[in-house]
């Protein structure tokens, strides 16, 4: 049976005598959100306290409205607003202390910007957690060091990278050298040990130089020509250190000459360079990035390669256009592509280098050779085209330098010279399969500076046009010992 409408009159008012007894336009309080964390409490002491990174959860409810935000606080004055249900804090812990209680509240915000006026709260107990230090072994060298050490590390904290105040480095028994960290969080770091006087034996004093060229730290306790153990460790905020990491045995070679002899290439042409030295009676001290798999070669090109050069007179290359592989930056190239800059910088600080080596077909034009080295650039002929030089035929010398006879059929490598260069060195070759290139068939070079010449650079291997002994003798007589001669 339908209502009546006095009926629905009694009936509203009925209702609403529970909710203001039918007063109209009355509205209704807002109420404020409730706010809940994830855990109500976390109970832990000792060494069952958490480190310094954690994650907080949480959660907010309104009975009229809807949340819009959240509000926490370490001490319930400064606020900071927030999104977000869950964050993940790094507290840092008071330097000098080993633990800490972090104070922390989450209030919600409604959609009338009502705050909850009872925040929930939670005492975070936080234990520090000491660092850790490693050297980083495919940047060491395997067993021996040439005149200098760059040594390269990794740090962390768990309780932020930020945290760690030192790093330690220690040579042998001698006195730990204490730094600050100098690279980002997650990075490598570097250092370079260089003897003071490379040359001396025994016992010597050693300069840490950091990637940017600040010493920060010495040691008087290497061992040069002799083996050494390096020894690391870090020291966070609160004092606590890390476990020590070494790198053991490592035979630190020093210096004994003038001039330093660099064989990448290959084992053949070792035992003719060192008859050629040895021959006209210059002493060199010789650095085989052959051997064993190339275990010689520099682990980190940058700064070893540079401070290598300048500890010498006189540098002698023979390289290849074999490709190697950059251990710390994992690229392909040749060995004069990773070594240029460190050349350009050695022969801009007075040095003098001669470099024999062939070039590959189709190097990139936009290479740092050209420019460095005394080579504007190469043939574009493309393969399988080829310069070759004949058995017996010559490669014919300019100012005083003597013509070289081949003594087999050999492949060559001619290029054209910078516009600061003089040719000392013109093949005969013999054009195969339409090889076309320079004019002047140019494959030796040589470049002053201020009148002296710095460099000189041939592209075809010495080893296989000596069949004229005397003039390849009369050749490095005249390099070494005439046109380095300043």
């Known amino acids: 049976m339908p209502l009546k409408p006095n009926n629905i009159i009694l009936f509203v008012c009925i209702g609403l005598l529970g909710i203001g007894a039918c007063k109209k336009g009355a509205p209704l309080e807002n109420e404020a959100p409730e706010t809940h964390l994830s855990v109500g409490a976390i109970n832990l002491t000792g060494q069952a306290r958490l480190n310094s990174l954690v994650k907080l959860e949480w959660w907010g409810t309104d009975p009229d409205g809807y949340i819009t935000g959240f509000e926490f606080s370490f001490d319930e004055n400064v606020w900071h607003f ?15 202390s080993d633990t800490i209680d972090i104070d922390f509240w989450v209030r919600a915000v409604d959609n009338s910007k009502v705050v909850d006026a009872s925040p929930a709260y939670l005492s975070i107990p936080l234990k520090n957690t000491p660092p850790e230090v490693s050297f980083v072994d495919e940047l060491m060298p395997s067993d021996t060091a040439f005149n200098l050490l760059t040594l390269a590390w990794d740090a962390v904290d768990l309780d932020g990278f930020e945290s760690i105040k030192e790093i330690q480095i220690k040579v042998n028994e001698g006195d730990w050298i204490t730094f600050s960290p100098r ?6 770091e570097f250092a370079t040990l260089v003897p003071e006087n490379p040359k001396a034996t025994g016992p010597a004093s050693a300069s840490l130089f950091s990637e940017s060229g600040d010493v920060l730290g010495t040691s008087t306790s290497l061992r040069l020509n002799g083996l050494n153990s390096i ?17 053991d045995n490592i035979y630190f070679n020093g210096q004994t000459e003038d001039l330093l002899v660099l064989g990448t290439s290959s084992a053949l042409p070792n035992a003719f360079y ?7 009676g210059v002493s060199f001290d010789f650095i085989d990035y052959v051997l064993e798999d190339r275990k010689n070669m520099p682990r980190v090109w940058n700064p070893s390669m540079s401070i290598l050069l300048s500890q ?60 460095i080295l005394p080579v504007d650039s190469l043939s574009s002929s493309p393969p399988p085209s080829q310069a070759r030089l004949p058995i017996d035929s010559l490669a014919v010398g300019a100012f005083g330098y003597p013509d070289l006879t081949s003594n087999a059929l050999i492949t060559i490598d001619p290029f054209y010279a910078s516009s600061d260069a003089e040719i000392i060195y013109a093949a005969q070759l013999t054009k195969n399969l339409g090889w076309y290139g320079p004019e002047d068939n140019c494959i030796g070079v040589r470049r002053k500076v201020s009148g002296n010449t ?33």
């Open 312 to 371: 010498y007179d006189k540098v002698l290359i023979y390289a290849a256009e074999d490709v190697v592989v950059n251990a710390q930056t994992k690229q392909e190239d040749i060995f004069l592509e990773f070594a240029a800059s460190a050349i350009d910088g050695y022969i801009n600080n007075g040095g003098k280098v001669w470099i024999v080596s062939s070039m590959p077909n189709g190097h990139s034009p936009n290479s740092a050779l050209f420019g």
């Open 274 to 280: 060192k008859s050629q030295l040895d021959g006209i």
């Open 231 to 247: 020894y690391i460790r870090n020291v966070d905020l609160a004092g606590s250190v890390s476990i020590e990491d070494t790198l």
């Open 82 to 96: 927030t999104e977000s249900q869950d964050s993940t804090f790094l507290f840092t812990i008071t330097e000098g």
């Open 183 to 188: 690279s980002a969080d997650g990075e490598t």
């Open 454 to 486: 710095a460099m000189v650079f041939i592209s075809v291997d010495l080893h296989r046009i000596n069949k004229d002994e005397p003039a390849v003798a009369a050749l490095f007589e005249k390099i070494l010992k005439s046109e380095f001669n300043w």
